[in-house]
């Protein structure tokens, strides 16, 4: 057993995150997603991951990164399909409840992988007209349009794989979400020493220390349970895959939001603006909690199995 | 990055799984709650069992015959002993886990010599005396005077949560034996031998009814000055020593237990509400299974990580919601502590203030993880 990271993983981590404090600051990221920025990512290799050779506790190692950094866009999907369909891919789980179809970067993608219990279709972009796209997203940088109908398609896989991309799916929410849980705390942290009332830094006050420490301890917490469902999805001889990416999306969800919502609180007034970059962070953890599973949705699996 | 055990960690736990299935039915029947002398012959008598087998000081240098086991076997060896319910550490807990390891740090070798094999044999019943009515948090406080009178301290003052203080041959104490240095810099670490004049020793009725804990009361008590453990004045330091020989795995067995009381909820628990807070219950202990993983690992390998100072606050804020979730879940039916469900429930009340309270953590994390600075003290 060495549950840390190897040397390479370590290089692989560090690499991820040079290339987005160089290419994706948050400048950047705030025009959102567009086909030059999937280019840099796809260029990177951020896509091919599996294809390239690396195993799962890699993928969640990048994907950790790419979250830290907020990078915007359908990375998850464009993932999974890499290899079965080309271009950029868009994603899509029915049934998603009895709420309103809805499409994510619908400018920007080329297909739509549409996931069911009996399978995965591809629907091209063209097809899915017509689509109303909505005025004031809640996540900015996730714009959505809204579909009154999903067109068929080709089907890419049947119901195992499907089941395989929801749980693949999942753990690279999961690692993303946890990248953000930790940004959270780090851009937090630095405010707390960087603002001064009362003639000292903030982050002096054990009321404003505590709730940092709870932010750091949820992102940790959450980095265990993800690196470990990665250690488990790769080698189904140490556990079982299902339970521990189910915890791990409860963890991480739990961490990304609560700790974005720390964030807000630390930053006080500035955290309720949008020029200051807290509430994307919290608007991306609303959205990413619906996808692949629902934090409620994983724990009813965790307890059930 | 993996999970996968060695074949000869495999190899361990095999043998171990092996040997316990063969003692465990040995044992004597356990001894009830309140019967002291009954529980220190079981406790000692399987510490005597586990030295016989070559399991007695699992991290102990073999030097001083311990096992000198890796972090990871040392891992297996808690896991394996709490799932297949053999007795806990118990009465051996200080000098196993605590005086024992202070000792092969800086004890001399007299001091070694004496101790060490009969800790390990179980011959000797080790008790703390660390805190203090008034140095609790604040434990450098402390205020017990020890003053040299030739080749003794004379020691007077009062000590409070002394872990098996009625039982105990032995005690850690600190005292203060420079009153006029700054707090961390004025302690010394004595060996007390419990028997000596002036000690009265009162149990501690905690809240469930039992007394786990005592108050020692030193009144112009003679303790030798070859009983200090290092140098005069240098106590703090010595205390905090033994903190190195913490693997990351403090709480495996607690995390063990844990897992099993989240488990036999799941038949009983039918409300969609409480079966959802259970699953949330359940995802906290996996992710804090994993996080034990990776602070074993690390330790291992000389460099722990931010997860060794952060396990005892996210676990004692788990193990809460399993416990409130328990109450919820039995309702009327937990009016009987008999049910060991409910025991546990009181008993776990107390994780987050022992060994530095949770608040405590938080500021530990906040001022050596986060970087934060210290909040202005009080003159």
């Known amino acids: 057993m060495n549950f840390d990271l190897s040397d390479d993983q370590v290089a692989l981590r560090d690499g991820v995150r040079r290339l987005c404090e160089g290419r994706f600051d948050l400048p950047r990221i705030r025009k959102g997603f567009d086909r030059s920025l999937f280019a840099e990512l796809a260029d990177a290799g951020l896509f091919s991951l599996r294809a390239d050779g690396f195993g799962w506790p890699d993928v969640a190692i990048a994907f950790q990164e790419l979250g830290r950094a907020l990078v915007p866009g359908p990375l998850t999907w464009s993932h999974l399909a890499h290899g079965q369909v080309d271009g950029i891919v868009g994603g899509l789980e029915r049934p998603a409840g009895d709420g309103p179809i809805l499409v994510e970067h619908p400018d920007v993608i080329d297909h739509l992988a549409v996931l069911d219990d009996d399978g995965i279709i591809v629907v091209a972009r063209e097809v899915l007209e017509p689509l109303t796209p909505l005025d004031w997203p809640l996540d900015p940088l996730t714009p959505v349009s809204r579909a009154t109908v999903v067109p068929d398609g080709p089907r890419i896989g049947d119901a195992d794989l499907a089941a395989a991309w929801r749980q693949s799916g999942a753990l690279l929410t999961a690692a993303y979400q946890v990248g953000m849980a930790q940004a959270c705390v780090d851009r937090a942290g630095a405010y707390a020493l960087e603002r001064h009332q009362f003639a000292r830094p903030i982050g002096s006050f054990q009321a404003v220390k505590h709730l940092l420490a709870d932010m750091a301890v949820r992102a940790e917490v959450a980095r265990a349970a993800v690196d470990a469902a990665a250690c488990t999805v790769e080698d189904p001889t140490v556990g079982d895959p299902a339970r521990a990416v189910s915890s791990a999306k409860v963890m991480a969800g739990d961490a990304a939001r609560l700790n974005a919502k720390g964030s807000l609180q630390v930053h006080g007034g500035m955290g309720f603006t949008w020029d200051v970059d807290v509430h994307l962070y919290l608007k991306r953890a609303w959205v990413l909690d619906t996808v692949f599973g629902t934090p409620d949705q994983h724990a009813d699996a965790v307890v059930s199995a | ?379």
Not at chain 2, 80 to 90: D, F, K, L, N, S
Not at chain 2, 93 to 99: C, K, P, Q, S
Not at chain 2, 358 to 377: C, D, F, H, M, V
């Open chain 2, 1 to 379: 990055m993996d999970l996968r055990l060695s074949e000869a960690d495999e190899a361990f736990r095999a043998e171990l799984h092996a040997w316990l299935r063969a003692e465990l039915p040995r044992l004597p029947s356990p001894p009830t709650r309140d019967d002291w002398p009954a529980r220190v012959r079981y406790d000692t008598d399987w510490q005597r069992r586990l030295f016989d087998a070559g399991y007695a000081g699992m991290s102990w240098p073999r030097a001083f015959g311990g096992r000198d086991a890796s972090p990871t076997e040392q891992l297996i060896f808690l896991e394996e002993t709490t799932r297949a319910q053999a007795p806990y550490v118990g009465v051996n807990f200080v000098g196993n886990l605590h005086a024992g390891p202070t000792l092969i740090a800086e004890g001399s070798e007299t001091q070694k010599a004496e101790h060490l094999p009969r800790i390990l044999r179980g011959d000797e019943v080790w008790c703390q005396c660390f805190s203090e009515p008034e140095a609790g948090s604040d434990l450098a406080g402390l205020r017990t005077r020890a003053v040299r009178d030739g080749d003794h301290y004379v020691v007077t003052g009062q000590k409070i949560w002394c872990s098996f203080g009625q039982v105990g041959e032995f005690g850690e104490l600190l005292v203060r034996t420079d009153p006029d240095a700054t707090k961390h810099r004025g302690i010394s670490w004595l060996i007390l031998p419990m028997d000596l004049p002036g000690i009265d020793v009162r149990p501690i009725e905690t809240l469930l009814g039992s007394s786990e804990f005592c108050e020692v009361f030193l009144d112009e008590v003679r303790v030798p000055v070859a009983n200090r453990v290092g140098v005069e004045n240098d106590g703090w330091r010595v205390t905090n020593v033994t903190l190195s020989f913490e693997r990351g795995t403090a709480f495996v067995s607690e995390m063990v237990d844990a897992r099993r009381l989240a488990d036999e909820l799941r038949p009983i628990v039918v409300d969609p509400a409480e079966r959802r807070e259970l699953g949330h219950v359940l995802a906290a202990l996996d992710a804090l299974w994993a996080l034990t993983q990776r602070n074993v690992t690390q330790a291992g390998h000389g460099t722990p990580g931010p997860g060794a100072l952060m396990f005892k606050l996210a676990y004692s804020e788990a193990r809460d919601r399993l416990g409130e979730l328990t109450m919820r879940v039995l309702g009327r039916g937990a009016f009987d502590v008999h049910d060991y469900r409910v025991e546990e429930r009181l008993r776990t009340l107390s994780i987050p203030i022992a060994a530095g309270t949770s608040q405590i953590q938080r500021n530990i994390i906040g001022e050596r993880l986060l970087g934060l600075p210290k909040e202005k003290a009080w003159t």
